[in-house]
């Protein structure tokens, strides 16, 4: 258990230099380059839990989908303009990619999961096995949604101009400190089971520190943006504000990590891969990031 603290910390600091240095070069590929190689992963790991409960999947096309989404996610989609996003965003997106009347094409990104379903859709009446068409269809549009489209959501916030950076590292430190937070209470104060079912080895006091540190960090964040430019003021006024969001944000992270041991436990194994030293598989550390990236966004976009 102490080699999986280290590794996740070490893992944290990675993530934050890489984040670091897109920031300070004021490129935005960092990100988008750690999704490309880990996403493909991560859907392998999924068709093996799925494949362990004999429900149909298709890997293949999940990854070429994924793919699709990510690149239009970095290269051509428009930052979100929607809600308080308006009142974060600082000066024009960089678009490698130019094309003439490209506007209607560059905020289609929320609307990806229709077009998915019909490909699903058509893609499951190629398949002889009529039994198993429906299961097809609605495991691969669940792990497109789940899995792929929260991921592009993540690059999509990477994308606001300026506050683009700040808005993954509120993620981050949100997501990843709960997670720090969860072992150091659970191993000093653990006495109640959370959820013994899912998962036997997280406790209620791990829970709430994990919550604690969450808004730690979410307040740490905050203030570092404010001493830095102050893109965050225009939706954090205070300090608590970013608190309080970063709470939220640990505890959706929590649910995430719940939902991913429920897969593993379904499918009868302990980890999900074994490519990550002392955490197993990708799917093992990215898990605190499908729910909190969505989340994250939709609260900005209600934001008052």
């Known amino acids: 258990m102490a080699n999986r603290f280290l590794y996740g910390f070490l893992l944290i600091v990675g ?8 920031h300070a070069t004021g490129w935005s590929f960092g990100v988008f380059a750690l999704s490309i190689i880990a996403l493909p992963a991560a859907i392998s790991e999924i068709a093996r839990l799925l494949k362990a409960r004999g429900i149909a999947f298709d890997r293949n096309l999940m990854i070429l989908m994924a793919l699709a989404t990510l690149c239009y996610a970095q290269f051509i989609a428009a930052p979100p303009l929607v809600g ?7 000066g024009d997106p960089l678009y490698l990619i130019h094309v003439a009347n490209a506007d209607p094409y560059r ?15 058509f ?4 398949s002889r096995n009529v039994p198993e068409m429906s299961a097809r269809l609605f495991t691969n549009l ?15 916030l990477r994308r606001v ?12 430190a949100g997501s990843r400190m709960g997670d720090i937070g969860a ?17 036997p080895g997280k406790s209620i006091e791990g829970a709430i520190g994990g919550l604690v540190l969450s808004a ?16 965050l003021r225009p939706i954090f006024h205070h300090w608590w504000y970013g608190a309080v969001v970063g709470a939220v944000i640990g505890f959706a992270a929590q649910c995430g990590d719940l939902i991913k041991s429920a897969m593993k436990r379904a499918a009868g194994v302990k980890d999900s891969g074994a490519i990550v030293p002392a955490f197993g598989g990708v799917l093992d550390l990215v898990d605190n990031f499908m729910l909190t990236g969505p989340l994250l966004f939709l609260l900005i976009v209600l934001w008052p």
């Open 107 to 121: 905020h289609m990104l929320l609307m990806l999961p229709l077009p998915v379903f019909l490909i699903c859709s």
């Open 15 to 22: 993530l934050v230099v890489l984040l670091y240095f897109d």
């Open 142 to 156: 669940g792990v497109y949604i789940y899995l792929v489209f929260s991921v592009a959501i993540i690059i999509w």
């Open 216 to 231: 730690l960090g979410g307040a740490l964040i905050t203030l570092w943006s404010e001493s830095s430019g102050g893109w």
């Open 183 to 199: 072992y150091l209470f659970g191993v000093a104060l653990g006495r109640h089971k959370l959820i013994p079912y899912l998962s």
């Open 84 to 90: 308080a996003f308006k009142n974060i965003t600082f």
């Open 123 to 126: 893609h499951a009446l190629t």
């Open 161 to 172: 101009p300026a506050a683009g950076p700040w808005l993954l590292y509120f993620l981050i």
